[in-house]
Structure formats: C-alpha cells, structure tokens
C-alpha cells in the first residue's frame, strides 16, 4: 500500500485504461446496453464515492478505493463509447438517404498529393436531403482525381458533393493489413472517390485559426528548406525529422530506417521536444531570479513547447512529450520534485480523457513504452559498468538507454511488424547523436532562415548531416542479417512477453519468490506455445484462393512450404503478391515460397510439391482435391464428358454462364476471384441463387480458404 500513494496517477490511469479496453473489446456497444444505464451508473458510482469519503472507520477503508476504481473503469468506458462516432445517431452514415443527396464537408489537412489524385481528410457537417439540411458529423477519406484543368480544394476549404461515401473495405486477406481499424482508431469510417465533376468548392470554411497558422508555418519552413537547395531524399528525411511531415519518404527510405532500427527518429518525439525545452529554458534565463516574472518564465516556455507540438500536427508521442514537459516546468515553478512514473501517467491519463481512442495508436503504445522502460530500466543497465572515461561514458549511456528502450518495446514491435533489427544498437550509437544535432542546426536554420546567405550555409551543413545520416543507415540496413523477418506473436503471446518482464523486474527488485514462479510459468507457457504451432505448421495442409485486385492467386501449403499459381501480371509484379500473402506466410511458418505460372503444368524438381499434380494447363490436384482455374484459354469438356472437380476458380475474361458450367463440373464449387469486374461477379452471384449452386465472390466474401488435415 505505502508503494502505491507514491504513484497517485498510476492508480487512476489503470482503471480508466481498462475501462477503455473493456468498450474496445465489446465494440463500443457493451452487448446492446443503453448508454443512459451507463451513464446512471456511473453517477451512482460518483456519489457512492463521495459518500464513502464521509467513511471513518479504518477497517472500511477498502470502500473508498474499490469504489474509485469501479468509478474509473466506468467513466473510461463511457468516454470511449462517446468517443467513438460511429454508432452516434447523428453520424452521416446512420442517416437514411436516397440518391438525391449532396454532403457538405470541410477539408481537415493540406491535400497529400499522389500520381493520379490527392488525399484528404474531410470532416462532414451537413448533408442536404429532399431540400433540407441535416446537421451531421463524421469523417471521411477523400481521393480527389488529378486533372490540369480541375482546381484541387485546400485546407479549410468547403466542398459540396454527392457521391455516397462507401465503408472502408475490411482486409479480404487473411493476415492481411487491417487498414479499416487502423482508420477507426481516429473515427475515420469511410471514404469516397471524387471526379473533377462531382464536387464543388464553395469558399472557406469554419477552419480552425489554430490549425491554419500551424500548417501555414509547416509549410513556410518546407518552402525555406527547398529554396535552399534541399530537395530529394535529403528533403524527405528533413520534413520528416524536423517537423514530422513524413509524406515525402518514400518506401525504399522507410525500409533503410525500419531495418536498421532507428525508424523512430524520423518520427518527432520526445527527443525534439526535449531539444526545444532545454532551448527555450536557455533563452529565458534571465528570467530565473525575478520574483516579478516567476510565472512568466514557465508560461513562455510552455507556450514555445505547444507551438512546435502544433505545427508538427500533434501526434501522440510529440503530445506525450509536451504534455510531460509541460508538467515538469510547472513542478519547477512551484519547487515541488516530480516523481516521472506520476508525470508520465498523468500526462497519459489527460491525453485518454481528451480522446480515449488514443490507446489504440500504436505511435501512443510506442511513446509511451520507450519512455517507460528508459526511466525503469535504464538505471539498473547503466549501473552493471562503471566506464573509466567520459567518451566511454557517454558511449554507455546511449547503450544503456538504447537497450531499456528496446527491452520493453520489442515484444509490441515483433507483433505489429514481424521482423527485428538485429543491429539496433549500432544503429543507435550512429543515428542518435546525428540526429541531434541535425535538431540543433534545424533550429538554428530556423532561426536565421530570413537572413538569405547565411540560411544558405546552414542548410548545406545540415544537408551534410543529413547524407551521412542517410549513408549510415542504408550501410547497417543492408548488412548481412541485418534484420531477422517472419517473427510472429499471437495477442496472448505478446501478454506473457510482457508478463515475463515484468515479473522478472519485480523479482530483480523485491527478490520475492513468488514473482520468479510467474516468470518460469510464462517462459514454460511460452515454450509450449511455440512448440505446439511448430507441430501443426509442420502437418498444415491448405488451399487458398487470394482476393488480389484484378488478379488471380491460388495458393496450396504442405508443411512450411508454399505453391502459389500466380497470372502473369503477377509475375511481373511481385511485390501485389508479396503484400498479399506475406503477413500470414509468417504466422504459417512458410520458409519455402514457389510461385509459378497458373497456366503451365510443370514444377521443377527443386521445388517439387509431392502432393501437387498439375496435369494440364489450369487443371490441379491436392491431398484428393481437383480443381480447375478457369480462363479463356482453358478448353472445356463436351457436354457429354462431365469432370468431377471439387472447386472450378472462374478468371478474368471467362464468358460462359453458371448454368453451362454447373452442367460440366457438376459437383463443383464454384469461386470467383476478383480478376473479374464486379458486375460479373453480381451476375454470377444471382445466376447460383437461382440455380442452387454454391458460388463465393472473393470481392464480397474474401479469400476462400479450405484446411485439408485429418
């Protein structure tokens, strides 16, 4: 108990977390309960435990803190579930509409351009219906399409437009990205395309002065940057790494930076805050003895801090960062010491209050679990060895921190990315200190961008700073095993890694028994988990038909090996397939990948599939299952010779009905990849309603996937 009043914040963000999570799990609905019986419950919560303050009895202290939490856990639920817009009755998309409706939106952020449209965030406030207008909310992702003539919209401009905008698809996949969940994390449900001629501009919006001034100064410094010569990969890296404009890295740059380990520091953090707080804390100085100005100095400095957070658009490690340091300055003011787990858990506890949704990004996760394991870990690593000189040192300490924040982020990073990098900790020692100073020259080009000549110096040093930066990480990122990929953790695995570390750490600290058994029982756990799936990975055996836009993939696993029967346009283009299959090639374990023409019969000995017969163009056989990928070159049977296959894979280009087929492949089921145009499909689709056939439309129903082990 005495451990727990130190740490107040700690036990007020713990409930208010779960509770959170708890309307996370249920999806926001808790099975259908009102919210007003929600909401009455936790008033009566409240003034339960108001009523237990009046409590005097010791042996009832219990009461007061049983009650809290129960007060805690639901007041996280509630703010989640208002949080979250979707089943809100005044969200566009809960109301009725006909086709003669026109949406009214203004543009959230500056249009990210692409090579054929521009993306943007829209925020939906009215729609209008049969000649009236409904007050609405809602967000929505926009492609505009790019034409010369048509004039793109920008940030606080109004748009009118009719196109009904369509729920953001769910991964068809298995394995597969879930950007549909990503989107919801910030209330983003929807999108719409918008031709040149389906949208209207009509002046400014309702912006917010805020926001304008921030973006207007993001882009001023992008204009300094380029007018000083700094352009290419250089550019990239320094919008990313200034001020958190990351959207001109491109793939190649994000992987350099991903498998080196170092892809934290071209997102602004704790770092870059912390740069700007000691500057700033410099530049006041002289504001430091005056009884007049005692709260003036802490004021500036908070303000500096919230102006840099604004302009780098408020992610969740840069709010993590200002907030605690705004907390700090405040502590100093009034010469009270701050203990960092209370200011790193009250910082977090305002964040969830201000949008509960915030847990679930996985920038917040990362943020605040670096930040977590420096301030836990890092005394205990930096005291295993005294270094005998101030290099050596300085050389330790960035090791210490490198591996407190790596001890505890790993497990979280192996679940989301499935890979490790491997020279982590070179990269570290190489990346942290340049890119430190490449915070400092930043600032100072900020500082004399207005004066021409000058600026142009500067910005040749930190475009140096930069190329070496650049040149160190691609040098680590391509070294041999750099990165060790196809690491796979389930949910409950990912519980017990931390389980097993925090146990471990309260073991190193308490020296309690008890916590050592949790920590043997999670590694036995553990080691059982890993075996049982590396059984069943080895005797799997699975068909999978891919939904691949445009494209046909039919996938057969035997163990850890895979045989995908690929079109050509895949052939050609690999990296659509790779993207497709390769997050749950890793949780099958497959270390052998063949991928091979659908429409030749031959495997080479090398990759010979045993149980895999190709007799003849587009024909197959697995473990007793025949099947056909049917396209236009493929010759069909006479009516007369019916072929009884298990599943017929229609292709693009096919023009024959279901009922000709049906006739021909009798017992067949019957999948239609999406190389064909939906209408088809829909066509398709209504022709086995009536006829009785079992029919999947892979652009409805997703991967068709059939597990053969006995």
Known sequence: ???????????????????????????????????????????????????????????????????????????GLI?????????????????????????HAI??????????????????????RNDSIIRVKGNVLAYFSKDSAAELPHMGDAVWFSAIPQPVRKPLNPGEFDYASYLAVN????????????????????????????????????????????????????????IGYDEMLDAAQRQHFAGAGVIHILCVSGLHVGVIFLLADMLFFFLRKSKK??????????????MYA?????????????????????????????????????????????????????????SYLAVLGIVTFYPIISGLYLPANRVSGYLWQLISVSLSAQLITAPISVFYFQQFPNYFLLANLLAIPLSGLLIYTGVLFVIVSFIPKVAAIVAMVLSFEIKLLNGAVAFIET??????????????????????????????????????????????????????????????????????NKRTALGFIDGRRQVILADSALLENPSILNYTTASYSTKAGINKLTIIDAQKCNLSTENH????????????????????????????????????????????????????????????????????????????????RKLGIEFYDLHKTGAFQIALNN
């Open 107 to 128: 543009v959230d952020d500056e249009p990210v351009l692409r090579p054929n449209s521009a993306k943007a965030l829209l925020n939906l406030d009215k729609l209008m």
């Open 1 to 75: 108990m005495k451990t727990w009043t130190r740490f107040p914040f700690v036990r007020l963000l713990l409930p208010f977390m779960a509770g959170v999570v708890l309307a996370h799990a249920t999806g926001y609905r808790l099975f259908a309960i009102p919210h007003s019986i929600i909401l009455l419950t936790d008033t009566a919560l409240f003034i339960l435990l108001i009523s237990s303050l009046l409590v005097k009895v010791y042996r009832y202290r219990w009461v007061f803190g049983t009650v809290l939490n129960a007060f805690l856990l639901v007041s």
């Open 609 to 688: 599939m045993p149980a895999l017969r190709l007799p003849s163009p587009g024909f197959f056989s697995f473990y007793g299952k025949r099947g056909l990928i049917l396209t236009p070159a493929v010759k069909l049977p006479d009516k007369a010779h019916k072929l009884k296959l298990d599943f017929v894979v229609i292709s693009s280009g096919v023009r024959a009905n279901l009922s000709t087929l049906s006739a021909l492949f009798p017992q067949a089921t019957f999948i239609c990849d999406n190389s064909n145009p939906i209408r088809n499909a829909r066509t398709w689709a209504e022709e086995a």
């Open 79 to 103: 703010t989640a579930m208002l949080h979250y817009q979707k089943f809100s009755s005044s969200h566009f998309a809960n109301i009725k509409v006909t086709e003669s409706v026109y949406y």
């Open 187 to 242: 209330n983003i449900f929807h999108q719409v395309y918008l031709k040149p001629s389906g949208y209207v501009i009509a002046g400014s919006g309702n912006e917010s002065l805020l926001k304008h001034f921030a973006v207007q100064m993001r882009n001023s410094l992008l204009n300094a940057l380029q007018r000083n010569g700094i352009r290419g990969e250089e550019f990239a890296v320094a919008s990313a790494l200034l």
């Open 293 to 306: 100005a005692r709260w003036l100095r802490p004021l500036l400095i908070i303000t500096i801090i919230w």
């Open 479 to 548: 070294l041999p095993g750099a990165v060790s990929k196809q690491l796979y953790l389930t949910p409950y695995a990912l519980f017990l890694c931390y389980l097993l570390l925090f146990s471990m750490f309260t073991f190193f600290i308490f020296r309690q028994k008890k916590w050592l058994f949790v920590s043997i029982s999670a590694i036995v756990m553990l080691t059982a988990m890993s075996a049982f799936r590396n059984v069943y990975r080895q005797s799997q055996r699975m068909i999978l038909v891919y939904a691949v």
């Open 310 to 366: 604004i302009v780098t658009g408020l992610a969740p490690s840069v709010l993590r960062a200002s907030l605690m340091f705004s907390l700090i300055t405040i502590g100093k003011s009034l010469n009270r010491p701050s203990n960092i787990y209370n200011t790193l858990s009250a910082s977090a506890f305002i964040l969830l209050l201000i949008n509960p949704l915030m847990l679930f990004n996985l920038g917040f996760q990362l």
